[in-house]
């Protein structure tokens, strides 16, 4: 008797359960799978507190600047407070203390005038030159999502061999001859007053006081990313254009 097809209900099931509810449904439940396909599934769940919580009694409702030169109403957090701290020509960068401080969302504005990928050097782990300042701090209450295919993104960062069912070779993981079929994921985040709740899932188809001088107000398009300061490893990162959108 052939063995069932990869069910998507229980792989949806698998995901809420290990993300808490954050992402019920990663594949189409009306997907149909390869009877032979092997399903590489994983996640990551994020939950912790602002070592620094902003005082829900300061968050006031402000006009966010959408790229397109609209503006969307939002809540606006504030918090003045000193620390890390640092800004060029291109951006604006603070990090944002979680619990002990081993973990820390980084938040880039860019400048009037600047290129998104002038920012590329401040995403590369946790910026140096950055100082504890104190300054005050103005960000959207938000929550974002993302699902999307990352097979074309992938095969044009050098992995189109792995999707080509003649050239791929994925020996050591299996006797028949496979190649991957498609690849999918999913993100959720929960930005508020009191902390950070994030979760990320992946899954492989393998078919066949007095007021400071410094102000940083994220009302227009800002990165944030979350870091592990202990490894200097990036465990999120995302673009905030409306945070009215999820």
């Not at 994983?42 to 912790?48: I, K, T």
């Not at 920012?119 to 005050?136: M, N, S």
């Amino acid at each position: 008797m052939a063995a069932p097809a990869p069910n998507p209900a229980l792989v949806n099931a698998w995901m809420a359960r290990k993300t808490q509810g954050l992402i019920t449904s990663i594949l189409d439940p009306q997907t149909v799978l390869d009877p032979q396909a092997i399903l590489l599934a994983n996640s990551v769940f994020f939950r912790a507190s602002w070592s620094f919580p902003f005082n829900p009694l300061y968050t006031s409702t402000a006009p966010f600047n959408r790229t397109d030169g609209s503006q969307a109403a939002c809540a606006m957090m504030a918090q003045a407070a000193t620390l890390p701290y640092g800004e060029n020509a291109q951006y604006q960068a603070r990090l944002l203390p979680y619990g002990k401080g081993r973990f820390a969302m980084l938040l880039v504005l860019p400048k009037p005038g600047a290129a998104w990928q002038d920012l590329d050097p401040v995403l590369q782990g946790v910026p140096a030159g950055l100082a504890p300042r104190e300054v005050i701090l103005r960000m959207p209450r938000f929550e974002t999502g993302f699902s999307d295919g990352l097979d074309t993104p992938l095969k044009a960062m050098g992995m189109a061999r792995a999707f080509d069912p003649d050239r791929a070779d994925f020996s050591m993981l299996s006797a028949i001859h496979r190649h991957i079929g498609s690849v999918v994921h999913a993100a959720r985040m929960v930005v508020d007053e009191r902390g950070t709740l994030a979760a990320a899932g992946t899954v492989v188809s393998v078919s066949g006081t007095s007021l400071p001088e410094t102000e940083m107000t994220l009302d227009r398009p800002f990165l944030y990313a979350i870091l592990d300061q202990g490894t200097g490893g990036m465990v999120f990162l995302g673009q905030m254009g409306d945070p009215r959108r999820k």
